[in-house]
């Protein structure tokens, strides 16, 4: 298969992950089902059950009420092996402003619950914090897949079909390296091939990448690594601002620090720009980490 032929099969695996069923099935509220992506840890990776959410929500609005911010919780460990269904509660309709609550379950419980807000276009004051500079381009990085050797066979084929090109700009935390242990990162990303033109799947798929990476600025202040043996990490909860529209096929660079980490949770943060400069989103997660004595 071609490399360019890979790309775009990567890229429709992750249309097909966001393409949500509508059930004939009612309640109070308004019922979705999806699938899950394959994981070699067996493990839902939380960006796209945070991903599938928003998709759900946003069909029970008109498309020019888009997201604006979201505040969600990691509840359980999904699997991934099976499927999702996803209710979403029609909180609050106002004249500027929508509201909704969406919970994704498997087995009747839940694995996820999220609040999420939705805006009319409305002009305003506007002012941004502005991208560093002196950034390597990122057609300079070698792909992160290229770059950990080492790993074991299902981790570097887990890189290699992911819909994303991901770049870091220092050593991938994949195994151990010699860069020096700071609380912050950046990387460059984008979707392997171009996307539909629909705004919400953009949305959405900026809500998947968002979830990817930017754990690393916790363990990179403490020289820890993905590999390293004993290592547990799970996000806690996630919250993001969408600023600006954005594609997500385009390279977009995800600035990434943590300003705090203590009682086994840790606190990272993120901006992401698109290439010409523009803030398009914020983040912001918090996780459980527990690291084995290295003495």
């Not at 959410?53 to 911010?69: F, G, N, Q």
């Not at 990817?212 to 390293?228: C, P």
């Not at 096929?249 to 943060?269: C, F, H, I, K, V």
Request: overall charge negative; hydrophobic content about 40%; cysteine-free.
């Amino acid at each position: 298969m071609s490399a360019e032929n890979h790309a775009a099969r990567t890229v429709e695996q992750l249309l097909d992950v966001l393409d949500l069923d509508t059930t004939q099935a009612r309640t109070t509220e308004d019922i979705f089902t999806g699938a899950s992506h394959p994981m070699p840890s067996g493990r839902i990776y939380g960006g796209q059950v945070l991903a599938q959410s928003l998709i759900a929500a946003e069909r029970t609005l008109p498309e020019d009420r888009p997201v604006h911010s979201m505040h969600g919780y990691f509840l359980r460990a999904g699997d991934a092996t099976q499927g999702i269904t996803i209710a979403v509660d029609r909180i609050h309709d106002g004249r500027s402003f929508s509201t909704r609550r969406s919970q994704a379950y498997q087995n009747g419980v839940p694995i996820f619950s999220m609040i999420a807000s939705f805006q009319d276009e409305d002009p305003g004051v506007e002012h941004a914090e502005a991208m560093p500079s002196g950034i390597p381009d990122p057609e300079t990085l070698i792909p992160d897949e290229d770059r950990v050797d080492g790993l074991p066979e299902g981790t570097t084929r887990m890189l290699s079909e992911r819909a994303a090109d991901i770049r870091h700009i220092d050593h991938p935390l994949y195994l151990p390296s010699s860069d020096e242990k700071v609380p912050r990162q950046g990387v460059w990303m984008r979707m392997r091939a171009p996307m539909p033109d629909d705004p919400r799947l953009h949305r959405a798929a900026l809500a998947y990448l968002s979830d990817m990476t930017i754990q690393e600025s916790i363990l990179r202040a403490h020289g820890v690594f993905w590999a390293l043996p004993g290592l547990k990490v799970a996000s806690l909860d996630h919250a993001m601002w969408w600023h600006r529209p954005v594609r997500v096929d385009e390279w977009l660079l995800y600035m990434q620090e943590s300003p705090n980490a203590r009682g086994g949770r840790g606190l990272a943060t993120g901006r992401i720009y698109s290439r010409d400069g523009a803030l398009v989103a914020s983040v912001a997660q918090e996780i459980m980490i527990r690291v084995p004595d290295r003495d």
